[in-house]
């Protein structure tokens, strides 16, 4: 009589993995090594995607309150290379634009801006001067840092409001300070606070146009016009700004909207994050690496261990599983401790800039994903390898 056949040992699920971990915690400092550079991977991928997310997330913030409506005509030079001039009413043939909602305008002032007459007039104070128009503020979306804006009342008299970089050079922290205007003490009523969308508006000091013409030997041309429309009617208004400001010379006259500046942010923004996720996956794939040669020397390590199960019942099999089951654990470590380490550098960074924190679960979902697949391609060799191994041979191995 014949007995039953015999069949192949199985190990359940959780004996496999309980296997897998007890295989893990035997070489800690080597196992926590090789997590290492998976982590290191992880995170970087992590914190590039969310700081980029977040980044941009807090420009298009920045867009929506500031406005991306708004357009520039600036006075360049003729066809003979010679400085040219707007009209002095070009503010009102703006406004005839039928989609023009705000128009306003600014114009360079030639004055030496000094802190108190006992400066030198050789030494600037690095501090531009603009005429501009009571509606500036309007229609720039700017807003007072402190005291007040220019008005229908004051800006006929000697007094300026400062940009915020211009009021740190000249060191006016308060409103009723004066500073020199080439030989004329000035009034400050007013301090800007910056103004992300007209930069350079930071660096000057803003007198009103009737009093630069007494006082500062204005000639009354403005330099800039500002003017906002509707979104969908900015390319139409950009196409006929040009000639509208200068008819028959549009060709000396330059149109630019200022948020296309703060848009190429983005861009430049995609460049470095590609750059960044590239430096990850390098990162990523020394981990695997280092995860792979910890397999394999495992596997060296462990061959009584392994010719012990196979006389014992273990199939080739499970053998295989075995070890593939540490690498997915050791790689799955790895990324854990890489995404959790990924978003709080994401959180802190932000919240150190004032961004929203913004993490897409993409970004710790395909980390994981690609932890895994690195587990699975790093520990199929050593597995396979283990496998192979005939129970006499790994028995008698030293």
Do not use: C
Not at 37 to 57: E, N
Not at 240 to 245: D, E, F, K, P, Q
Not at 283 to 292: E, I, S
């Amino acid at each position: 009589m014949t007995g039953p056949a015999l069949k192949p040992a199985r190990l359940p699920s959780a004996d496999i993995l309980r296997t897998g971990a007890v295989g893990l915690r035997a070489r800690r400092a080597r196992v926590l090594l090789s997590a290492l550079g998976i982590a290191i991977g992880i995170a970087t991928m992590v914190a590039v995607v969310g700081l980029s997310t977040s980044s941009r997330a807090d420009l298009m913030s920045q867009l929506a309150r500031l406005g991306t409506n708004l357009l520039t005509a600036e006075a360049g030079k003729d066809a003979l290379g010679q400085d040219v001039k707007l009209p002095k009413h070009v503010v009102a043939m703006v406004e005839r634009i039928g989609p023009v909602q705000q128009a306003t305008a600014t114009a360079q002032v030639d004055a030496r801006i000094r802190r108190s007459d006992v400066v030198p007039e050789e030494q600037p104070a690095g501090v531009t001067a603009q005429a501009a128009r009571p509606d500036l503020l309007t229609t720039l979306n700017a807003r007072m840092a402190k005291g007040r804006w220019l008005d229908s009342a004051n800006e006929r008299l000697p007094v300026t409001v400062l940009g915020a970089v211009a009021a740190e050079r000249l060191s006016i922290t308060e409103p009723g300070e004066k500073i020199m205007m080439n030989d004329r003490y000035v009034v400050v009523v007013g301090i800007l606070s910056s103004i992300e969308l007209v930069p350079n508006l930071d660096r000057v000091a803003l007198v009103g146009f009737p009093a630069a013409e007494k006082y500062l030997g204005f000639d009354g041309h403005p330099t800039t016009v500002f003017e906002r429309s509707p979104d969908a009617s900015v390319e139409g208004v950009r196409a006929v700004l040009a000639r509208t400001v200068m008819p028959g010379n549009e060709g000396s006259v330059k149109v630019s909207r200022p948020s296309d500046a703060l848009a190429a942010k983005t861009a430049a923004d995609k460049g470095l994050t590609g750059l960044m996720l590239g430096l990850g996956a390098v990162a990523l794939l020394v981990g695997g690496v280092g995860v792979a040669n910890t397999m394999v020397i495992s596997v060296l390590e462990r061959r009584q261990e392994i010719g012990l199960r196979r006389a014992l019942g273990a199939t080739k099999g499970a053998i295989r599983l075995q070890f593939l089951t540490e690498s997915l654990l050791l790689s799955a470590l790895g990324g854990v401790a890489g995404a959790v380490l990924g978003a709080a550098a994401t959180f802190a960074f932000a919240k150190a800039q004032g961004w929203q924190v913004v993490v897409p679960l993409w970004s710790i979902g395909g980390g994981l994903g690609a932890t895994l697949a690195i587990g699975v391609l790093a520990g199929l060799y050593p597995a396979i390898r283990a496998s192979r191994l005939h129970p006499t041979v790994a028995l008698h191995a030293t």
